[in-house]
């Protein structure tokens, strides 16, 4: 699926747009802390469970995964070659699991040329392996809804201005097949270590809505 149309946008819908997200996060802490106090109350999960789970997504499945595949892919053009022609296994290269959520993911590359953006129109589909929970604003319907209509529009709610000449696709992630980007390597990290280079890559950049700046 791809987009490359610059859209209009009407004064102080950014405004409206982030008031948005910000009262979806909020939401979602909200009912999340609900949901934990109701588990405990009836002795359905414990603390135990609770800090096992954060433990889980702190250290086994988050971000950092992805971060360490884009550094990855960054210094090792043969790697990377074989990643984008087979994602599950190029990260499993790398020791890391596909598991429950990402079993068929694909990559796709941002270049001069092309930049990519990812999203789950129909619901919030995302690679929980690589990149652990998705972020409130991935699930947010506005988002959803307007990042297939007007791309540059969303890019520049979350700070990033394209050059006009530069082709925008979008990835529509779903239950057979889940999207992750590897962003444009950030100019002066040349010789950097793959450590160094994996503490620049965010969640937003891995599925288009951040550049990647040193």
């Known amino acids: 699926m791809s987009n490359d149309h610059a859209h209009s946008h009407e004064s102080g819908h950014d405004h409206e747009h982030h008031h948005h997200l910000r009262e979806s996060e909020t939401y979602y802490a909200a009912r999340t802390k609900a949901l934990e106090s109701l588990f405990r109350e009836k002795g359905l999960i414990g603390t135990d ?29 043969a790697f990377k070659a074989r990643l ?19 079993e ?20 919030s589909c995302w690679p929980w392996p690589l990149l652990g929970l998705p972020p409130y604003w991935f699930k947010d319907p506005v ?12 890019l520049s709610d979350f700070g990033v201005t394209l050059p006009a000449g530069k082709r925008v696709e979008i990835w529509d ?14 100019a002066g ?25 040193a």
Request: with cysteine; aromatic share 6%; net charge negative.
């Open 49 to 77: 469970t609770v800090d096992r789970i954060i433990h889980f997504f702190e250290h086994e499945m988050g971000p950092f995964n992805g971060a360490r595949v884009v550094a990855k892919a960054w210094t090792d053009p």
């Open 104 to 123: 068929n993911l694909r990559v796709v590359e941002n270049t001069a040329s092309v930049h990519n953006i990812v999203c789950c129109t129909l619901c």
């Open 173 to 186: 992630s779903s239950a057979q097949v889940r999207y992750f980007v590897i962003p444009e390597r950030p």
């Open 143 to 154: 988002f959803r809804a307007r990042v297939v209509r007007e791309p540059r529009a969303v």
């Open 189 to 213: 990290t040349d010789g950097w270590t793959e450590e160094k280079l994996a503490a620049l890559v965010s969640t937003e950049s891995m599925q288009g809505l951040a550049l990647v700046s």
């Open 84 to 102: 984008m022609e087979d994602a599950n296994s190029g990260i499993a290269e790398l020791g890391l699991r596909d598991g429950i959520e990402g």
